[in-house]
């Protein structure tokens, strides 16, 4: 049983910076992509940041330079920095990763953790 843990949420007032984590565990699986989704009160769940096996990222317009999305030294392992963070940032931030699990591909979502940026 393949799971995906985000965790490194909280409050922080606008100017600050948090990071996120993501872990996959479990079986034995090959990670293909990471990204971040997040999902605001009344909206639609967003792409923040993507990164591919080949270390090529992506992000949305409006965290461009600010957040920067990385692969952990363990394999299995992601990261969203997220630096001068504003109020309209706030939402529950989701890690979503592609696993190869004995050939197949499979779409994988972590629990959600809460970013408040609130002064």
């Known amino acids: 049983q393949v799971q995906l843990v985000d965790s490194g949420g909280g409050l922080v007032q606008p100017g600050g910076s948090l990071r996120l984590s993501c872990a996959a565990s479990?079986?034995?699986?090959?990670?293909?992509?990471m990204a971040w989704y997040r999902q605001a009160p009344g909206k639609q769940r967003e792409l923040v940041a993507g990164?591919?096996?080949?270390?090529?990222?992506n992000y949305a317009d409006s965290v461009k330079g600010r957040f920067t999305i990385s692969r952990g030294n363990a394999v299995n392992t992601g990261y969203l920095q997220m630096n001068s963070l504003k109020p309209e940032d706030t939402a529950v931030y989701y890690c979503?990763?592609?696993?190869?699990?004995?050939?197949?591909?499979?779409?994988?979502w972590g629990q959600g953790t809460q970013v408040t940026v609130s002064s």
């Open positions: 979503n990763a592609i696993l190869e699990i004995a050939g197949i591909l499979k779409n994988y």
């Open positions: 479990g079986s034995s699986f090959r990670l293909h992509t």
């Open positions: 990164i591919n096996s080949g270390g090529i990222t």
